[in-house]
């Protein structure tokens, strides 16, 4: 995914309120701009760091600019735009880096299914049949090692119960976790942050969904998904 033009450098002076932020470029200047993730950030940042944002070059949105990559407290990068997460996935998957999802005719996105009105990111289709395809982005990291959720995510667990049914009924069920995190070197459940996703997970897991796990390696002009990570399963390894 390149970035045209590419981000802009500026100093993370504060998140706040959920979607916004604070940064200060290197002349000065100081302006608030639109933080697009929806979980906690938790290790994500650092007050003082140096964070990349875009531009839309929208003058009429009320925050054009839009945080991207952040710095991390132990010097790492985060990708903290989850709106990027599908797009990188979907192109990772059509250039055929995803070996895992290779050989399908044809992708379709945010399609309807499920008994709990849901919508399925990626649904893969080909003469071996269907690949529902479910995206989650990972940027909570403890060492080399990543996790999911970073708060609380009742629709991620809802997620994994609509893949468990169609993992039962003979369908293929995938859920990819995009690494977008320098330092994360595996995946795994957050246990502690949430006991039923991690529950939901293992009763999926079991009952035949695939976890697939691959980072991103990130600058100012390019984020781009490579390289396939390891889940881990906690206590149940």
Same mark, same amino acid.
């Given at each position: 995914?390149?970035?045209?033009? $590419? =981000? &802009?450098?500026?100093?993370? @002076? /504060? %998140?706040?309120? #959920?979607?916004?932020?604070?940064?200060?470029?290197? *002349?000065?200047?100081?302006?608030?701009?639109?933080?697009?993730?929806?979980?906690?950030?938790?290790?994500?940042?650092?007050?003082?760091?140096?964070?990349?944002?875009?531009?839309?070059?929208?003058?009429?949105?009320?925050?054009?600019?839009?945080?991207?990559?952040?710095?991390?407290?132990?010097?790492?990068?985060?990708?903290?735009?989850?709106?990027?997460?599908?797009?990188?996935?979907?192109?990772?998957?059509?250039?055929?880096?995803?070996? $895992? =999802? &290779?050989?399908?005719?044809? @992708? /379709? %996105?945010?399609? #309807?299914?499920?008994e709990e009105?849901?919508?399925? *990111?990626?649904?893969?289709?080909?003469?071996?049949?269907?690949?529902?395809?479910?995206?989650?982005?990972?940027?909570?990291?403890?060492?080399?090692?990543g996790y999911?959720?970073?708060?609380?995510?009742?629709?991620?667990?809802?997620?994994?119960?609509?893949?468990?049914?169609?993992?039962?009924?003979?369908?293929?069920?995938?859920?990819?976790?995009?690494?977008?995190?320098?330092?994360?070197?595996?995946?795994?459940?957050?246990?502690?942050?949430?006991?039923?996703?991690?529950?939901? @997970?293992?009763?999926?897991?079991?009952?035949?969904?695939?976890?697939?796990?691959?980072?991103?390696?990130?600058?100012?002009?390019?984020?781009?998904?490579?390289?396939?990570?390891?889940?881990?399963?906690?206590n149940l390894?």
């Open positions: 995914m390149k970035f045209s033009p $590419e =981000l &802009q450098k500026a100093t993370l @002076l /504060r %998140r706040y309120k #959920r979607f916004l932020a604070d940064v200060e470029t290197a *002349d000065g200047e100081k302006f608030t701009i639109h933080c697009p993730n929806t979980g906690s950030m938790k290790n994500c940042w650092i007050e003082g760091g140096a964070c990349w944002y875009s531009d839309s070059g929208n003058p009429k949105r009320k925050y054009r600019h839009t945080l991207e990559i952040c710095t991390t407290p132990d010097g790492s990068l985060a990708g903290v735009n989850t709106g990027r997460a599908n797009a990188l996935v979907e192109e990772a998957i059509n250039s055929g880096v995803v070996s $895992e =999802l &290779q050989g399908y005719e044809s @992708l /379709r %996105r945010e399609v #309807r299914y499920g009105n849901s919508r399925i *990111d990626f649904l893969l289709s080909g003469d071996a049949g269907d690949c529902y395809v479910e995206v989650k982005n990972v940027t909570l990291a403890d060492g080399a090692r999911f959720p970073d708060a609380v995510s009742a629709r991620g667990a809802k997620h994994l119960r609509e893949l468990q049914k169609l993992a039962e009924s003979g369908v293929r069920a995938v859920l990819f976790y995009c690494v977008q995190h320098s330092s994360i070197d595996s995946v795994e459940a957050a246990r502690e942050i949430d006991p039923a996703y991690a529950k939901a @997970l293992d009763s999926a897991i079991s009952a035949g969904v695939q976890v697939l796990a691959y980072r991103a390696r990130m600058s100012a002009d390019e984020i781009v998904l490579g390289e396939a990570l390891p889940f881990r399963r906690g390894e």
